[in-house]
C-alpha cells in the first residue's frame, strides 16, 4: 500500500508562487504515477498534472502554462511548482498514486493523500 503526504500549501496573493511537495512511502517509486489533483467547494476534482518514473509528463489545461511538475527519486517526491496564482487556484490539492500509465481521471488512481489547502485572496 502506498502512502502520500501532500505539504506545502498556504495562503498567497494573486500573482504569487508556491511549490506543493508530495511524499511517497510503501511503493516502488520509479514504479509510480504521481498525479495532482485539486478540488474546489463544490466543484468536482480536477486533474492538474501527473509525471512518471520513466519521465513522461502531462498537464491539464489548468495547469499547462503556468504549473510545473516534477520529481526527485531520491527523496521519493513529486513537486508542483505554481505560479502567477489566480484566487480560481483556490482548492484542495491532492497527489495521488498508481502504477502503469499516467492516466487523467481521478479514478484510475487507488492512492490518495489528504490533501494540502492553497488559497489565493488579496
Do not use: H
Not at 508562487?17 to 512511502?25: E, P
Not at 512518471?52 to 498537464?59: A, F, N, P, V
Amino acid at each position: 500500500q502506498v502512502q502520500l503526504v501532500e505539504s506545502g500549501g498556504g495562503s498567497v496573493q494573486p500573482g504569487g508562487s508556491l511549490r506543493l511537495s508530495c511524499t511517497a512511502s510503501g511503493g516502488t517509486f520509479s514504479n509510480l504515477v504521481i498525479a495532482w489533483f485539486r478540488q474546489a467547494p463544490g466543484k468536482e476534482r480536477e486533474f492538474l498534472s501527473y509525471n512518471s518514473g520513466s519521465g513522461t509528463t502531462w498537464y491539464g489545461s489548468s495547469a499547462r502554462d503556468r504549473f510545473l511538475i516534477y520529481r526527485d527519486a531520491a527523496k521519493s517526491m513529486v513537486y508542483l511548482r505554481m505560479d502567477n496564482l489566480k484566487p480560481e487556484d483556490t482548492a484542495l490539492y491532492y497527489c495521488a498514486a498508481k502504477e502503469g500509465l499516467g492516466r487523467v481521471e481521478a479514478g484510475e488512481y487507488a492512492n490518495w493523500g489528504q490533501g494540502t489547502q492553497v488559497t489565493v485572496s488579496s
